[in-house]
């Protein structure tokens, strides 16, 4: 059920559509394997989608995991109180499907109906989220809305591993708590951190949902090839399946060879 889509994929991504010029006849696939890669090189649309995923990753992930371990880490604290109660609520917004979030985020940002504007109306400013050069950080902000919760949960439970005698251990030596939490807690986590960060990435490459759902209200700063998914999706549109493939093939080595990339540096990091 995982192999077979894969496989088919890959075997389409090496034939090549080909249509008469009056287009009265169905379309032909011919055998041509670097055809369509040599296209998607060269397809600034697609290339500027992958820039444009790398650089949301290369910001939103640090960000949201960062923000995850602040969370977990707090909660974790001694002295924290309703330590049910945040883990809940910090893990809500992940109950929320992802695209009835990016709806809710479309009537924040919406410039008639942003209770976010109205409140900045007084002092005479507004937040632009759907111009071109803020667009990409909007839907960051709801990833990372979403997500958070999800990647503080997990960093949270690899915290309850932690032997309480060596938590002890380094109070009694006079380590303050940011101390504990810094020398302590954080290198234990380290293949907690490392999982999430391997996760982070992967959705990162395969965001979809939340700039989709946004195109028809961004006026025209979200496009339809504002991902990879999205680009592969518009080939699927308008019948090139082949396309849509070696698209997605080449998404799927990027991210492995980035995700192997990352897991050989940690790993090295670790043994060192």
Known sequence: MYVAPIGYAAVSSLYTVHRSGL????PTKVFDPLGNYARALEDGAFLSSLGRVALFGGVQVPVMLGAALVLALLIDSKSARGKGFFRLSSFLPYAIPGVSAAL????MYSAQSSPINRLLHPFGASIPFFDSDLVLWSVANIVTW???G???IIIYAALQSIPAEV???ARMDGASALRVA????IPFVRGALVLTT???IIGSAQLYNEPTVLLPVSGGSVSS???PIMSAQSAVAAGNYPYAAAQSVLLALLVGGVSFVFFRLTGREERA
């Open 23 to 26: 287009g009265l006849t169905a």
């Open 146 to 148: 979403s997500w958070a």
């Open 150 to 152: 999800y990647n503080m």
């Open 225 to 227: 090839t504002f991902t």
């Open 104 to 107: 809710v985020w479309s009537f």
């Open 182 to 185: 810094w020398s302590v807690k």
């Open 198 to 200: 391997v996760f982070s």
């Open 167 to 169: 938590l002890e251990a």
